[in-house]
């Protein structure tokens, strides 16, 4: 099969009319275009990534729950010093959204060279926000504010690094499907999934931010 380029991968997901796909697109009977010889409708991925991030979201909101209920249990909880890189981590992932827009705005419109610089924008901030977690770690480690000191402390620790291996899949996704050897998944496709990821883990970060920042 010869080389697609982002232009041929190009489609849009879930729009209703318009003109019917031409034929030999590789669009199957069900709407959704077949990947590779395995026959499975792409629309399969975009489901199978949201009952995902479900899943995710409700082990994070069990996480949010004890901190709730531990924080109200007595008075032994103690508020901890928040590092103040965690701002500029904030800045950082929200960026990476923008960028990460962008590459997909350029994808749609055949702009294959401007899709991977922006993409590879978002995934260089993507480990930047990494970077700084790490750093946010030691300051409070330097500060005193240990794992097992105090419940506040333990749940800073737990609700961060949760996250953070969460954008770490993020990242490896968006290597893969900006130059990884994509065989069942077509390159618009993944790009979809890999943005709505991207972006859930985003929310999911400033709400935690929030959380933190309120409720220590």
Do not use: C
Request: cysteine-free; glycine content about 16%; overall charge positive.
């Amino acid at each position: 099969m010869p080389h697609l380029t982002a232009t041929d991968e190009l489609e849009i997901i879930g729009s209703s009319g318009g003109a019917k796909p031409p034929a030999g697109s590789g669009r199957d009977g069900d709407g959704g275009r077949r990947g590779g010889s395995s026959g499975i409708p792409q629309r399969v991925y975009v489901t199978g990534i949201t009952i995902a991030m479900g899943g995710i979201l409700m082990f994070f909101m069990a996480l949010v729950s004890a901190f709730i209920v531990r924080k109200g249990l007595g008075g032994d909880w103690l508020p901890f010093g928040m590092p103040r890189i965690l701002w500029l981590n904030t800045g950082i992932l929200l960026a990476s959204s923008g960028a990460l827009i962008q590459a997909r705005r350029l994808f749609k419109r055949g702009d294959s060279g401007g899709f991977r610089h922006w993409w590879a924008v978002t995934t260089v901030l993507g480990l930047l926000f990494l970077v700084g977690q790490l750093i946010a770690w030691r300051q409070m480690v330097a500060a005193g504010f240990y794992l097992a000191s105090n419940a506040s402390n333990s749940f800073f620790y737990v609700l961060t690094a949760a996250h953070g291996l969460h954008l770490l899949g993020g990242i490896a996704a968006l290597l893969f499907v900006g130059w990884g050897r994509l065989r069942k998944l077509t390159l618009a496709t993944g790009t979809e999934i890999v943005s709505y990821y991207w972006h859930f883990l985003d929310g999911l970060w400033v709400f935690l931010f929030l959380l933190l920042l309120l409720g220590r």
